[in-house]
Nanobody, 124 residues
Framework: VQLQASGGGLTQAGGSLTLSCTVS????????IGWFRQAPGKEREVVSC????????YYSDSVKGRFTIARDNAKNTVYLQMNSLKPEDTAVYYC??????????????????WGQGTLVTVSS
């Protein structure tokens, strides 16, 4: 079971990036997916989640209205479209999979599998 997060990089404030989480070794639609981030010196925090079917989504207050989560189960990939980026969005972003595919879990401890993370840096 593997999750591969990609798409991070350096951008200016107000810019956009799209992160991808590609999975292998399991059927994506049987898992809910969460995006988390961890900034230097801070705890890991939830950013956005989506259920296995994509019917339900969650966004933290800090990214609501700017980020969009979407999944393409046929491509085994979940995306996080990030617009209007701010310097405070700078962090390592991780994707994770939760076998309870019908529910939204915002607690990182509830997730079964994790990707390696991709760094997003937003300059002011």
């Amino acid at each position: 079971v593997q999750l591969q997060a990609s798409g991070g990089g350096l951008t200016q404030a107000g810019g956009s990036l799209t992160l991808s989480c590609t999975v292998s070794g399991f059927t994506l639609n049987r898992y809910a997916i969460g995006w988390f981030r961890q900034a230097p010196g801070k705890e890991r925090e939830v950013v956005s989640c989506v259920t296995g079917s994509g019917a339900s989504t969650y966004y933290s207050d800090s990214v609501k209205g700017r980020f969009t989560i979407a999944r393409d189960n046929a491509k085994n990939t979940v995306y996080l479209q990030m617009n209007s980026l701010k310097p405070e969005d700078t962090a390592v972003y991780y994707c994770a999979a939760d076998s309870r595919r019908y529910t939204i879990q915002t607690d990182a401890l509830e997730y079964d599998y994790w990707g390696q993370g991709t760094l997003v840096t937003v300059s002011s």
